[in-house]
């Protein structure tokens, strides 16, 4: 079955989905924005006469003091350092730290969310569901949380980082991984195909009923059936055809058989006569005696 059937239900998945989109594209947008906090005016050397001032640092760029974002374009022909690495050097290993974090936070968001695809045409079991709503609302969370601790940072302390627009898109980033995981935890188990058609399609019946089978064809008898007069009446029949007396163990009385079924069963014995055994059995052994006799010339 499949074609967008949402089996773990559609309105839960369905926020999960978007949720988890939503929050890796605010995860990337905090790892590439220019500004996550907002600082004092400061000059980064970066060497070989390369001195930018900036009102705003970022993970990766920082925001120049004509508000613009510097993308590590300004240098010469001669310029040989590695800006990056000496702008995470002016900045410390926590913000190094926090970059990290981040860039796990989206990099496994993606994932998530290429993943929740495929409940569109498919179902997963409770502990799947639960593991990736865990995942995202609890470790991804905390994860792009930390990207908080670059406040505490001994830049930070020394340039007065102030809260700015890349510390408001991680906060949304946060909680849009705690609603898609939330959306994980309130899907619903699939109901199977007698649920989906319109049946009841609970847990307790697809335990009872495995594959389907029901026990709606099932006809219980008793131990001990009573026989009606007609069925007394061909017992008794089939008794004498075998040489029995027509009334053993378990046979009523005759005065206990219907008029109708005695009738019917005195015209088919008058139809079909009945032979002693015994007189079959002497037939036999003397036609048996007379072939196996000699034969004896008179004298």
Not at 46 to 54: A, C, P, Q, T, W
Not at 206 to 230: I, M, W
């Amino acid at each position: 079955m499949c074609g967008c059937g949402y089996l773990n239900g559609m309105c839960a998945i369905f926020v999960a989905q978007f949720f988890t989109l939503l929050g890796a594209i605010l995860s990337l947008a905090t790892m590439i924005d220019c500004s996550f906090a907002t600082t004092d005016q400061y000059t980064f050397n970066f060497k070989n006469g390369l001195n930018i001032e900036s009102q705003g640092v970022g993970f990766i760029y920082f925001e120049k003091s004509d508000g613009h974002c510097y993308w590590y374009n300004d240098t010469g022909r001669d310029y040989t350092e590695n800006q990056l690495q000496v702008y995470w050097n002016i900045l410390g290993d926590t913000w190094a730290i926090a970059t990290i974090l981040t860039w796990f936070c989206a990099a496994f968001s993606w994932y998530f969310f290429l993943y929740s695809i495929s409940f569109c045409c498919s179902s997963q079991i409770k502990c799947c569901r639960y593991l990736n709503g865990f995942v995202l609302s609890v470790v991804l969370s905390i994860c792009q949380a930390c990207t908080f601790i670059v406040y505490g940072s001994e830049f930070c302390n020394d340039n007065g980082c102030s809260f700015s627009r890349g510390s408001g898109v991680s906060i949304g980033a946060i909680l849009c991984y705690m609603i898609a995981g939330m959306g994980f935890f309130l899907s619903s188990d699939y109901p199977g195909n007698d649920g989906m058609n319109g049946g009841d399609g609970d847990d307790g019946d697809e335990e009872k009923h495995p594959q389907g089978v029901t026990n709606n064809a099932v006809v219980y008898q008793d131990e001990d059936p009573e026989l009606t007069s007609t069925e007394f009446a061909k017992a008794a029949r089939i008794s004498v055809m075998l040489g029995g007396s027509g009334g053993s163990d378990g046979l009523p009385p005759s005065g206990e058989i219907s008029k109708e079924a005695a009738e019917s069963s005195s015209t088919s014995m008058e139809l079909r006569p009945v032979v002693p055994v015994a007189e079959i059995e002497t037939t036999t052994n003397d036609e048996q005696y007379q072939q196996q006799k000699p034969f004896a010339p008179p004298y």
